[in-house]
């Protein structure tokens, strides 16, 4: 079937440190992959997505990249902020179903 | 700035009691989905309807979960009778329907269940 694995967390950086949070997939097929992002008390939010190899998806200064060869999809972020403070969840989509992985908590300190 | 609503957002009641939770998707949008989210198990799919029709309730307890959609406006999922284990922050997020549908989903903020 098809599953996501992620780094486990909690992640806890300084401000302007570089974030990658590793992401690999199972899957039969071609699916999309996606990053969604979980802030404190609120409901999922897309962060980015990709839906073929070697597609680079981007927002709001993270970035990811499917790599069908190694079957990962990490995320990285170059500077981040207290504002990143959230929990990250990596997940793919086949036919209509989304698979999350388990989610990684990232705490960014001033 | 079109989002899908959800109602309650906190809900504490005792085990054995009836709990409803409501959605209303975004307007157009024609498939709905009902996760639930836990600590232990992270998150689960419960049930995704297309255009008001379930098509997929395989992940939802049969015998103390019900999900419908009276119209294309509103998406219930109901619990009776409640138990402890059903503690947890449950979600509905909805698609636009067509291709587009199975690569996102719009989240609504959760409604937080807690049963005594």
């Known amino acids: 079937g098809n599953s996501v694995t992620q780094m486990e967390g909690p992640v806890t950086l300084s401000e302007e440190a570089f974030l990658t949070i590793n992401c690999t997939y199972t899957?039969?097929?071609?699916?999309?992959l996606f990053w969604y992002v979980q802030y404190p008390g609120e409901g999922l939010q897309l962060l980015l997505k990709a839906t073929k190899a070697d597609d680079k998806g981007s927002n709001k200064g993270f970035e990811a990249t499917y790599r069908k060869e190694t079957t990962s999809f990490h995320l990285e972020k170059g500077s981040v902020q207290v504002s990143d403070s959230a929990v990250y969840f990596c997940a793919l989509t086949k036919d209509y179903k989304l698979s999350f992985g388990a989610g990684t908590t990232v705490t960014v300190r001033a | 700035d079109a989002r899908v609503t959800q109602t309650p957002r906190h809900k504490v009641t005792e085990m054995g009691q009836e709990v409803t939770m409501r959605c209303q998707p975004i307007l157009g949008h024609n498939t709905v989905f009902w996760y639930r989210q836990t600590m232990m198990q992270g998150l689960e799919l419960l049930a995704y309807f297309r255009n008001r029709a379930p098509l997929d309730d395989s992940g939802m307890p049969k015998d103390r979960f019900s999900a419908e959609m009276p119209d294309a406006t509103l998406a219930t999922l109901k619990i009776q009778p409640s138990e402890p284990r059903d503690s947890a922050v449950y979600f509905c997020a909805s698609g636009p329907g067509g291709r587009s549908s199975y690569n996102e989903q719009f989240f609504g903020p959760g409604t937080r269940l807690t049963v005594l």
């Open positions: 899957a039969t097929g071609y699916p999309s």
